[in-house]
Each structure stands twice: as structure tokens, then as C-alpha cells.
């Protein structure tokens, strides 16, 4: 690959912070190094290192929209500044290719003592456009950031969400090849962040866009590719689904402790076309999946996590006749079947799942909780447990499909996992009547009506 198709290049990246304990050991660090060395004594560090970023390597290609998340604390913010230039590092190297225009934390770029049109023709100006090019978009960028008469108002004066309408508004109009978008969106109310949305589908058609975000959701349906940072370094890299499924399982593992059911997987290569396929299963052609339901059957290798009280043995998609699925058109009444082992005795024991497109998008889930809140039940050491979800599957758009499962104890919203699955079923959706949209509802009936005199 030449580096003309290269937007971003990281290599070797570290940034180091000096932590001084009390101001006057900056003041000793500053002056007694020197002097012990001048008369020839190893010189003394009178501060302890941090590395917000450390040894960093990776490669945005043109047109693609990479995704990093990560817990507070991470290094995600420290490495955007490094490539926007905004941030120097102590070691490595950042090369990139076109415009770069960022929206890094609240507020940053802007002058809080100027007026919303100073700022605008400030931060317009940094970012590469002459004073005429400002002039003639200066009307757009107001009518996108939709803030009234405030652009006349300080800065200083403005709410959270209405920083974040202008300088959005401000790098949607600088024509940047390379969009670097922080956190900064969760604080726009929903009107915005959809415009926001908008304009990034748009613009990833012929852009390169680095996206941060503690919301897996939104890295699986926008990201092409995602990296997982945490305390500053790499821990994982490849498709949004695998790095989101092992930064969920690392979430459980902070809360809970190390898990006792997890599933070692196999990552395929960053340079692999992204798939569906799990690299156990292969579909075969369409022929065949009516007559050849073995394939999809639960699959008990799949990857996991969890503690390890009880675990799923058994996962099955089944008809009202409850015949085994493999195959769906939508609308029909079916029965997910999950069972489980009980290692040891548990105390209101919930059982859920999620069904997931093919990028591991949740579609929808339901669980046992609400079902069973008044009438919790108790499950002794080495009882079995068999949960029948019945409900009419939405109209799906054709493609594959997996479904998740999952068995905890406690809430819904403090428990502990005890066995959580991944891609636990395949299914196929066929013939699917759904245009738009991720799912469909199966319609009662569509009535149009004409009065007379209307055209």
C-alpha cells in the first residue's frame, strides 16, 4: 500500500507527564540535576513519571471511519491531540495526509471573551480558510449551529450544548479531508446529534473520520475498524464487533472480577475483508440451509465470559411447533429456548439475550427480570434451568443474523454475569418485504383514501 492511501500514519507514539509530588521539587528538578552533575554525582529525579500514551502504532487508511474507545482515563483525548498538532510528543511519529478538522473536549479552540462570530472566523481561520472563504459560508455555518442571535454574544456566555452547535458547525464547513470528533457530541440534545449524525454519514462517503466514544453502539454502526485503548496503550484492534464484544467482556471483569467461562477467539487479520462469517462456521449456499439445519445449531464453543455460577448448555430458535429455525421470513411466532446448569445455588437467576445484525448491532432483547420480580426463584446446585422466550420475530432485512445469551443473578441494574455468549445462533432472514431501516413491524393493514376535490 503507498502512502498516498495512508490519511493517518502513528508509529512509536509515547507522551510522557513529569508528576511532581509539591511545587518545590519542580524548582529542585529545574536546578539540582545540573548541579549534580557538575560535580560529577548521578543527578536525581525529583518527579515520577506518567504515560498518558505509550508506544502507540497504527494506520487510517483514506475513507475509512476508525473508531477508539476506552475508559476515562485511557489516553484517547492525549493521542487526538497528538494528531490534531495540538499536543506535542515525547517520542514517535504522526504523518497525515489532507485537512484536518477536530472537535476535541468543550469549548477548546475557542476564545471564551470573543463573540460567537469572532470565534467563527478565529477557529475557521486556524483550520486553514482565508477571511473571503469565511465571508461567503459564514451565513451556512449560522444556520447550521442554529444558536439565534447569540453568535453576537461572548462565548462565555453559552450552554454546553450551544459550544458544541458552533463548533460543529464551524469544521461541517472548512472542507476538511480528515474529521476528528471527541466525545464532545454526548452533551447536543437530540435534534443536533441527529444533524450531527447526518452530516458524518455524509461525509464518511468520500472522508477519513477518527471517532471517540464510550458508546459501542454507535462504533459498530458507524466504524469500519475500532482500537481499544486502556492506560494508554493497545489492548485490541479489528472490527468494531470482535473489539466491542472484548471491551464489554472487560467491563464485567472490572466490576465482577476475572471471569471463569471465558472462550479464547481467534481475530482475523486487519487487511480481512470485513465479515459476519465466524471463522468456526462457513454458511453454505442458500440451497442447502433448509435441508442442513445441524449448521446452525448452538454452539458451544463460542466466545464468552462470566463468572462461572451457571452456564448456557443449549440455545435453540424453534417454530410454534417447536421445530428447529434456521431460516426466517419475519412476522411468524417463534420460540427461543435457552438452558441452563446451575454450578452453584443462585438466588433470582435472569436469563436474557440479544439478537444482533451481522455488524453486532442489537436489534432488540428482552430478559427474565420483570417476568419474575415478584415471584423470584431459587435454584439449587446442580438444577437445570429452561427459559421459552415466545414472541413474534420483526420483519428483518435479508441477511445473517446471531443471537447472545446471557444468565446473572441480581437486577437488572447491579448483578453479576455469570455466562455470557456471543453469537450463541445463526440465523438467516429470507424474503424480507423490510426497505428501510433496521427492522419492520408486521402491519395490521395500509389504507390510503382520496376525498373528493383534493389533488
Known amino acids: 500500500m503507498s502512502s498516498e492511501d495512508i490519511a493517518i500514519c502513528v508509529e512509536g507514539l509515547s507522551k510522557r507527564y513529569e508528576i511532581y509530588a509539591n ?20 543527578s536525581k529525579q525529583y518527579f515520577r513519571e506518567f504515560w498518558a500514551i505509550k508506544d502507540i502504532s497504527f494506520q487510517v487508511k483514506k475513507g475509512e471511519t476508525v473508531g477508539i474507545i476506552g475508559r476515562n482515563g485511557s489516553g484517547k483525548s492525549t493521542l487526538l491531540q497528538m494528531i490534531c498538532g ?16 477536530a472537535l476535541l473536549e468543550l469549548g477548546s479552540g475557542f476564545n471564551p471573551e470573543f463573540t460567537g462570530r469572532e470565534n467563527v472566523y ?7 480558510l482565508s477571511n473571503e472563504e469565511i465571508d461567503t459560508r459564514f451565513n451556512d455555518i449560522v444556520a447550521f449551529a442554529d444558536i439565534g442571535d447569540f453568535i453576537e454574544q461572548p462565548v462565555k456566555t453559552y450552554s454546553s450544548g450551544m459550544m458544541v452547535r458552533l ?32 452530516f458524518l454519514r455524509n461525509f464518511m462517503g468520500n472522508g477519513t473520520v477518527l471517532f471517540v ?16 485503548l486502556e492506560k494508554g496503550q493497545v489492548i485490541q484492534e479489528g472490527t468494531p464487533k470482535d473489539v466491542c464484544e472484548l471491551y464489554l467482556e472487560a467491563f464485567y471483569e472490572v466490576e465482577q472480577g476475572k471471569s471463569s467461562t471465558t472462550k479464547i ?12 462469517k465466524d471463522q468456526r462456521l462457513e454458511f453454505i449456499n442458500t440451497s442447502n440451509l433448509r435441508n442442513d ?3 446452525f445449531k448452538f454452539d458451544p464453543e463460542a466466545a464468552s465470559f462470566g463468572k462461572g455460577g451457571a452456564r448456557i448448555h443449549d440455545v435453540r430458535l424453534l417454530n410454534e411447533n417447536e421445530h428447529p429455525m434456521a431460516w426466517i421470513v419475519g412476522g411468524e411466532k417463534v420460540i427461543l429456548r435457552i438452558k441452563v446448569t446451575v454450578a452453584k445455588a443462585i438466588h433470582s437467576p435472569i436469563v436474557g439475550f440479544y439478537v444482533k445484525d451481522r455488524l453486532g448491532q442489537t436489534l432488540f432483547g428482552d430478559n427474565t427480570f420483570l417476568a419474575y420480580f415478584e415471584k423470584a426463584t431459587h435454584c439449587l446446585e446442580g438444577s437445570e434451568l429452561q427459559v421459552d422466550f415466545t414472541f413474534n420475530m420483526p420483519l428483518l432485512p435479508s441477511g445473517d443474523y446471531s443471537i447472545s445469551t446471557a444468565v446473572a443473578n441480581g437486577t437488572q441494574e447491579v448483578h453479576e454475569q455469570h455466562h455470557w455468549i456471543h453469537d450463541a445462533v445463526l440465523f438467516k432472514s429470507e424474503f424480507s418485504s423490510v426497505s428501510t431501516g433496521l427492522v419492520g413491524i408486521p402491519m395490521q393493514s395500509i389504507k390510503m383514501s382520496v376525498t373528493k376535490g383534493l389533488t
Open 23 to 42: 511545587p518545590r521539587d519542580r524548582l529542585k528538578q529545574f536546578v539540582l540535576p545540573r548541579l549534580q552533575r557538575l560535580v560529577g554525582h548521578q
Open 86 to 101: 495540538t499536543l506535542n510528543p515525547t517520542s514517535g511519529r504522526i504523518q497525515t495526509n489532507g485537512r484536518i478538522a
Open 122 to 128: 478565529m477557529n475557521a481561520s486556524v483550520l486553514g
Open 167 to 198: 463548533a460543529f458547525a464551524v469544521i461541517a464547513h472548512v472542507d476538511a479531508d480528515i474529521l476528528v470528533v471527541d466525545e464532545a457530541l454526548a452533551v447536543g440534545d437530540a435534534f443536533f446529534t441527529q444533524k450531527c449524525m447526518r
Open 213 to 228: 466514544s464510550h458508546d459501542t453502539s454507535s462504533i459498530k454502526n458507524l466504524c469500519s475498524y475500532a482500537v481499544w
Open 265 to 276: 477467539r481467534t481475530f482475523k487479520k486487519p487487511d480481512d475483508p470485513l465479515s459476519f
Open 293 to 295: 439445519l445441524q449448521i
